[in-house]
């Protein structure tokens, strides 16, 4: 359950008593359309209507896949909703850095230099405390 502005609203619960990823019917697992390409460029988008797995307000949902000059890929979310809701949208893609055929990516590690971090509890949702 989340409150916004007063009003109580129920989200599908997926992850024991947690809603992780939006609810069961995922938004990878929904067919998206191409709303604009180049060369360079796609962007993906979907409709939310309001009430879907219980989030306020009809929302439109995109995502823009840019490959730059120098090569870089960059990844850009964007939610339009005609209600306050909650957002937080994440790729969970992984890229082998030994490249094709170049083993698992189990043994990869990162290092994330940042001043702070909030810590998550014994169900990986964050407490709060940084």
Do not use: C
């Amino acid at each position: 359950m989340i409150e916004i502005n007063g009003t109580e609203y129920h989200l599908t619960k997926n992850d024991g008593e947690n809603n992780l990823h939006s609810g069961l019917d995922f938004y990878h697992g929904r067919l998206w359309k191409v709303a604009d390409a180049d060369d360079t460029h796609v962007t993906f988008e979907m409709d939310s209507p309001d009430g879907d797995q219980g989030y306020p307000g009809n929302a439109i949902v995109s995502v823009t896949y840019t490959l730059t000059d120098e090569d870089m890929l960059t990844l850009t979310y964007r939610v339009l909703s005609d209600a306050d809701t909650p957002v937080n949208m994440t790729n969970h893609g992984y890229f082998n850095l030994l490249g094709n055929n170049g083993g698992s990516v189990l043994h990869h590690k990162a290092r994330i230099l940042a001043d702070f971090y909030t810590p998550s509890d014994e169900t990986s949702i964050p407490t709060g405390e940084v």
